[in-house]
């Protein structure tokens, strides 16, 4: 693999936008980084009553992960990230543009090292989906983003996410193929590396941990962790993004193939936050 010079970077100008919140001090200062239908975009619904942002400046960050030397630099030493001082800058100089006191946003994942050493006082929530309905919701998701014309613009960032040189399609999931989708290993390890990169790159102290099916009840345990008033948490829409259309092609894939991948690939963290999940559910 080519190494690559860190001089020879180029990031987004982080001063091309307008500044949203000028000279408004923060109540609060938070991330919300969980992988994509996780319920980033619930959580950022809730936090309406604060500056609060789901995704901003989307294209400019998938800009920014779908550089051929960054895809190369993640897998070849996360160490790189972390001692940067280009991106620390860049991040620096955006939140400061930004100002946003909430900013849930899965683009922020390959950036999380990043964001601990510029922010050592901000707070971050994972919110995290089990493997199984996490790719049945990933999928769909793709197929309805293609009906709408909309998967050219997502394309680049999963790329990264799923990056496939080294995955193969298996006779079983064929289907995957078929439909233009990443093979089955892809999804699971993007999935597994996603949730420990931020459960073992974030202090505990920094870090809440909602698991997916509890946001709804959740909103105690949210205040609490950053320090606010659980009524000015919105309760409105808490489920603010509900996919538009399910497809069902795990349905075509063997349940017990599906297990011995999920198992193979992520099984330990399978284990330690979905102990009794199979998905039973998207075969009924």
Not at 80 to 90: F, G
Request: proline share 5%; aromatic share 12%; net charge neutral.
């Amino acid at each position: 693999m080519l190494k690559v010079n860190p001089q020879s970077m180029s990031l987004p100008d982080p001063l091309q936008f307008l500044i949203r919140y000028p000279n408004q001090s923060r109540s609060l200062h938070a991330y919300c980084i969980g992988t994509p239908k996780s319920g980033t975009h619930s959580l950022a619904a809730m936090l309406k009553n604060y500056r609060s942002s789901h995704e901003p400046e989307w294209q400019n960050l998938i800009d920014l992960i779908g550089q051929e030397h960054l895809r190369r630099l993640h897998y070849e030493t996360d160490d790189y990230l972390i001692t940067n001082q280009k991106y620390i800058s860049y991040f620096k100089i955006r939140d400061r543009r930004l100002n946003l006191e909430f900013e849930a946003s899965h683009l922020l994942g390959p950036f999380v090292q990043i964001l601990v050493k510029a922010f050592p006082r901000a707070k971050f929530i994972l919110t995290l989906r089990d493997c199984y309905s996490w790719i049945d919701s990933m999928i769909n998701d793709e197929l309805n983003m293609e009906t709408q014309g909309l998967r050219v613009y997502w394309r680049k960032a999963y790329d990264y996410y799923f990056f496939s040189e080294n995955h193969t399609y298996s006779p079983k999931e064929s289907v995957l193929k078929y439909q233009g989708l990443y093979p089955l290993s892809a999804y699971i390890q993007y999935w597994k590396r996603h949730n420990e990169t931020i459960i073992q790159g974030i202090p505990a102290e920094q870090l809440l941990i909602l698991k997916t099916h509890e946001i709804n009840n959740s909103t105690d345990r949210i205040a609490d962790y950053l320090g606010i008033l659980e009524s000015q948490i919105s309760t409105e829409n808490k489920h603010a993004y509900p996919s538009k259309g399910k497809h069902h092609v795990l349905k075509q894939i063997p349940q017990t193939y599906l297990l011995e991948k999920v198992q193979y690939e992520a099984g330990e963290l399978m284990k330690t936050y979905f102990p009794d999940s199979q998905g039973d559910h998207l075969y009924d």
